[in-house]
């Protein structure tokens, strides 16, 4: 099982949006809710260049980043998070049905750490794909490859759980089964597609798999 992070097993939508809006007002850019929401799930070098244009360079990348996830992970700590309805029951239950789990997130490994560690569900996984992992965010399949490849799981035998239109389609250039948590009533081609993990069957997971 790989599973994406924001916006499938918790919603964090709003931290990284304060965090986002606060650290680029320090760069003396201001942010609307709409830029931001068009490129949430991205990678943070694909989101500044976005904003910022072409031009900018990997120092001030990497310093803005560094700047807003040290803020993001402040939020979490202060506010807490809870794990998405039904979420954290599939976790717990596959994890006890000797399922192997990962996050694959275009998150910074330390903000999935926090995350991980802030809704109590760290001890469920055995492994984790990160920002730092891959050279391309999704759509490219790349961050799900390894997170089967670290479980020892092959793509045909792996399910990808997601949010985003980009995810599903890196789960279908990676071979794998995908489920789809259609929080905002977007249409997304997954084997299966649900309003809330809560409403999945209790086989949903085990029959990808027949």
């Given at each position: 099982?790989?599973?994406?992070?924001?916006?499938?097993?918790?919603?964090?939508?709003?931290?990284?949006?304060?965090?986002?809006?606060?650290?680029?007002?320090?760069?003396?850019?201001?942010?609307?809710?709409d830029?931001?929401?068009?490129?949430?799930?991205?990678?943070?070098?694909?989101?500044?260049?976005?904003?910022?244009?072409?031009?900018?360079?990997?120092?001030?990348?990497?310093?803005?980043?560094?700047?807003?996830?040290?803020?993001?992970?402040?939020?979490?700590?202060?506010?807490?998070?809870a794990?998405?309805?039904?979420?954290?029951?599939?976790?717990?239950?596959?994890?006890?049905?000797?399922?192997?789990?990962?996050?694959?997130?275009?998150?910074?490994?330390?903000?999935?750490?926090?995350?991980?560690?802030?809704?109590?569900?760290?001890?469920?996984?055995?492994?984790?794909?990160?920002?730092?992992?891959?050279?391309?965010?999704?759509?490219?399949?790349?961050?799900?490859?390894?997170?089967?490849?670290?479980?020892?799981?092959?793509?045909?035998?792996?399910?990808?759980?997601?949010?985003?239109a980009?995810?599903?389609?890196?789960?279908?250039?990676?071979?794998?089964?995908?489920?789809?948590?259609?929080?905002?009533?977007?249409q997304?081609?997954?084997?299966i597609?649900?309003r809330s993990?809560?409403d999945?069957?209790?086989?949903?997971?085990?029959?990808?798999?027949?």
């Amino acid at each position: 099982m790989l599973w994406d992070l924001d916006g499938t097993l918790v919603d964090s939508e709003q931290y990284h949006w304060q965090a986002w809006r606060e650290t680029m007002a320090g760069e003396g850019v201001t942010l609307t809710f709409d830029q931001f929401r068009a490129t949430f799930g991205w990678r943070n070098d694909a989101i500044l260049r976005q904003w910022l244009g072409d031009q900018i360079d990997t120092p001030r990348i990497d310093r803005i980043g560094a700047s807003k996830e040290e803020l993001y992970r402040s939020l979490v700590r202060a506010g807490g998070l809870a794990p998405l309805d039904g979420a954290a029951d599939w976790v717990r239950r596959l994890h006890q049905d000797g399922w192997l789990q990962a996050v694959a997130s275009s998150a910074p490994r330390l903000n999935i750490d926090v995350v991980m560690d802030v809704i109590g569900l760290a001890d469920q996984f055995q492994a984790s794909a990160s920002a730092e992992d891959v050279a391309r965010g999704k759509p490219d399949p790349q961050v799900f490859l390894v997170a089967a490849s670290r479980l020892g799981v092959p793509p045909s035998r792996a399910i990808v759980v997601e949010d985003a239109a980009a995810g599903i389609e890196a789960a279908h250039r990676a071979n794998m089964r995908s489920v789809a948590v259609r929080r905002d009533g977007a249409q997304l081609p997954a084997d299966i597609v649900v309003r809330s993990l809560a409403d999945l069957p209790l086989d949903a997971f085990s029959g990808l798999l027949r």
